[in-house]
């Protein structure tokens, strides 16, 4: 689904992807960071663990957040698509001040909530000014193109990255995760040849894109985001490639991001931010 | 991308999806409607063939159309990126009454056009008003999420479809087209189920769905458009499912519409429209 309409006065929410495996116990800043945005010590989190299949994927968050400070935690598992229609658990999205998807199996969150009044609802009040985000798998299911599995390795292959339609809390920026643990670039780069209107964000692991209500995202935790702009692309192969041939991409623009630096996408331009900042 | 917002007092052109091989000599009321919807005697008619890599696919739509009534036809190839940014194109973008794409590869189309100002303009264009359509891979760049490319059967299987980013005229759609003729209600079906959020139209060939402004669509033509509509879905493997796997789906709402009926995605009813106010 497209991004819910932003009403006159309002500002939309900010959207959190994170690469998976953030740091939880010495220095867990980006989590950190989500709780501050949240509300701090009036946070009311809701913790979404369908990605996953593993029972206590919601509870270490539950358990990590009111460490870091959240007034209250509730984890609310959506087993069945059943459940993105009842009443109890669309007034517990109804009264979060932030949503986070935990990581596991990106198509189990689009293919269980897709559709749901919950995933419009989520749409809603993140465009009412909620914070939502989400780790690997809850990362991926943030954008209206979905990168729902692929392959590994750095060249663009023409079958090499399978799209599904995700949670669409913004169509503008494509999200990959475990970007340099698992050599994604190739992924990444395949589905921007499919179709280069989108800014592709590769997270690498306890690596954080925070995207603020402006379309400025700015990086948290201790690897790199690579950011790829397919917008001055002069030519792709894409059309003639079949299987596993490589795909040839003329003119991408490439940034690779640390803690502090920025991407405003309405100029597509990059920033050091805060790292400049810190210098003066 | 998302489709254009469209202004206060506007309303949003119609958007013409046609299955391929639609009838051009004998009974052409497919192209001969869209022609009434372009305008008719007013009608300036842009035809974009760059799907195609036949030299002759613009020119004989260009024809077809003159014959039928155009006031004006034009054919604008766009071979490279850079045909998206000219100046002289997006002119002609900006005083067509009507946009058609030619049949052939989509990818051709996602790749060259995707996040140039030409697919941008028209995104704004067919807000604005005007009508859009396309035969075949000019059918399947119209939404937001389009099928690529897939495998033929009847049953849907984890790897049986690509999804890409389309054209995004609407977002409401999943389109797919030679439809019977290539078997291919299985990889309408995956895709849905990645994320149900969507209506699927598989469209026959020589059979088009005009869909208005209301997203009320009407089906014209000698096939059928079979609609699945998955806001009911009750559940969903596909989130298990890997590979060749089959994909189980429960509690899909399924409508084959012929010439004259209707569905509304506003309510998500099929109606036997003309066919019904024929009988009385």
Redesign the interface.
Known sequence: ???SKVAQGDERGWIVPIGGAENKDGDPRILARFVALAGGPRAEILVIPTASQLRDAGSRYGQLFGELGAQRVEVVDFQ???DGHDPERLARIERASAIFFTGG?Q??L???L??TPA?QLIRARNAAGITVGGSSAGAAILS???I?YGGEGACPRA?SV?????LGLT?RFLIDQHFRQRDRLGRLLA?L??????VGIGLDEDTAAFIGPDNTLEVEGSGSVTVVD??A????S??DAGGRDPVCMLGLTLHVLIAGATFDLATRTASPGALLADRT
Chains 1, 2 share one sequence.
């Not at 399978?162 to 995700?166: N, S, T």
């Not at 040849?193 to 989108?198: G, I, K, L």
């Open positions: 689904m497209c991004p069945t698509r059943h199996n198509l189990r689009s293919s269980v897709g559709g995933a209206e193109h979905m729902a079958d399978h799209l599904a339609p995700g169509n589905a040849a499919y179709n280069p209107f989108a397919a917008g692309l002069g030519f792709s894409m059309a």
